[in-house]
């Protein structure tokens, strides 16, 4: 199944898929603008790729609750569900920001450079993440 994984954000929203065997994750783009942009832009994108399940990070905080970022992702979600038709899931992102920073300064990258890039990764460890729990519940059941 081509999945799109998404993380949402105020500014930009980076875009991930993986091929239909759900083995690779790659980049799929940057939506740039706020949350009516990211909508159509995310939308257009999962037709474009043919994706069949739209997974949005959803950036719970460290203690188990939702604040107002996961609201907000909540709200993104369900717009984007009823936009294109598609079952879209979200999916804890907690660190994945912070792990996208800390693979980015390991790789030289230079820190200024940072942001053209995180957000793509971020997607693309949300994607991978998810496809690891999703993988591991079909071998368990």
């Not at 950036?59 to 907000?72: D, F, H, Q």
């Not at 038709?85 to 990258?109: C, I, K, Q, W």
């Amino acid at each position: 199944m081509i999945i799109l994984g998404v993380d949402f954000g105020d500014a930009r929203t980076g875009l991930a898929v993986c091929d239909k065997d759900e083995i690779v994750a790659s980049r799929a783009g940057l939506v740039e603008g706020g949350f009516r942009k990211a909508l159509t832009g995310v939308a257009a994108k999962a037709k474009e790729l043919g994706a069949e399940l739209i997974v949005v990070g959803n950036p719970i905080n460290m203690n188990g609750s939702e604040g107002p970022r996961s609201a907000k992702c909540r709200d993104f979600a369900s717009e984007l569900e009823a936009i294109t038709g598609l079952p879209v899931e979200l999916y804890d992102e907690r660190l994945t920001t912070v792990s996208a920073h800390s693979f980015l300064s390991m790789s030289g990258l230079d820190s200024r450079q940072h942001k053209k890039h995180v957000d793509e990764l971020s997607a693309r460890l949300i994607l991978e993440d998810y496809m690891t729990v999703r993988k591991n519940k079909a071998e368990k059941g």
